[in-house]
């Protein structure tokens, strides 16, 4: 079973505190990617990585930046937290992206909810 | 602008009836449609997907319709069991994009005993 697991499961930081939020999957994926969830938005894209110290922005990178120094492990950063950053971040690995004609499927841990004060 | 769009937030059920969720998508080149399924403090799960080349896909108790030309897909559950209230995500993505799913907002399915 692949696995996908998240350093918290609850975080409570205060404005304009560094947030690291760490990601590790065990299955030899390339991809790893970073989302947030928020009621009624769904899950929008953060940033995602296809390689080692590869990465490309989603549709909402603006506060955030990533690192991915070693294959399994996939961190998010917020440089200077700030409340509209509350939500639930989720981090999902995969292997490339399609193998003839069919979408490898995302695997996702289990989520950090992060509250910003 | 959303370009993967679940307009029902929520659908009550009763139990051994048909539950229907209903997505629809802007973008023509998206050829790859996926369904998640999240029920709280856990990460979404793969539940069914379909190829643009296709109409139907069917799992069990799960069947997924394609309408390209209305850009408009549906998930069926039949029959709804209570294990399945969760919030089910659509997501989509396009051969030419690479890695990248785009998420509609979510529909959160209550199946009442």
């Known amino acids: 079973d692949v696995k996908v697991t998240q350093s918290s499961r609850y975080l409570v930081k205060r404005t304009g505190e560094k947030v690291f939020l760490e990601c590790v999957q065990d299955?030899?994926?390339?991809?790893m990617f970073w989302y947030r969830q928020d009621p009624g938005l769904g899950l929008r894209l953060i940033y995602f990585?296809?390689?080692?110290?590869?990465?490309e922005k989603g549709d909402i990178p603006e506060g955030y930046s990533v690192s991915r120094e070693k294959k399994e492990r996939f961190s998010l950063i917020l440089e200077s937290a700030s409340t509209n950053q509350t939500s639930m971040y989720l981090c999902?690995?995969?292997?490339?992206?399609?193998?003839?004609?069919?979408?490898?499927?995302?695997?996702f841990g289990p989520g950090t909810r992060l509250t910003v004060l | 602008d959303q370009q993967v769009k679940q307009n029902s937030p929520s659908l009550s059920v009763q139990e051994g009836r048909i539950s229907i969720l209903n997505c629809d998508y802007t973008?023509?080149?998206?050829?790859?449609f996926l369904w998640y399924k999240k029920y709280p403090a856990e990460g979404p799960t793969f539940l069914i997907s379909?190829?643009?080349?296709?109409d139907k896909n069917e799992d069990g108790r799960f069947t997924v319709f394609l309408n390209k030309s209305a850009k408009h897909l549906s998930l069926h559950i039949v029959p709804s069991q209570p294990g399945d209230s969760a919030v089910y995500f659509c997501?989509?993505?396009?051969?030419?994009?690479?890695?990248?799913?785009?998420f509609g907002g979510g529909t959160r399915l209550m199946v009442k005993p």
């Open positions: 999902a690995s995969s292997p490339s992206g399609w193998t003839s004609g069919t979408y490898n499927e995302q695997f």
């Open positions: 299955m030899d994926h390339e991809n």
């Open positions: 990585s296809y390689d080692v110290k590869m990465k």
């Open positions: 973008n023509s080149m998206f050829d790859y």
């Open positions: 379909i190829s643009s080349i296709k």
């Open positions: 997501a989509a993505s396009a051969n030419n994009a690479g890695n990248m799913l785009t």
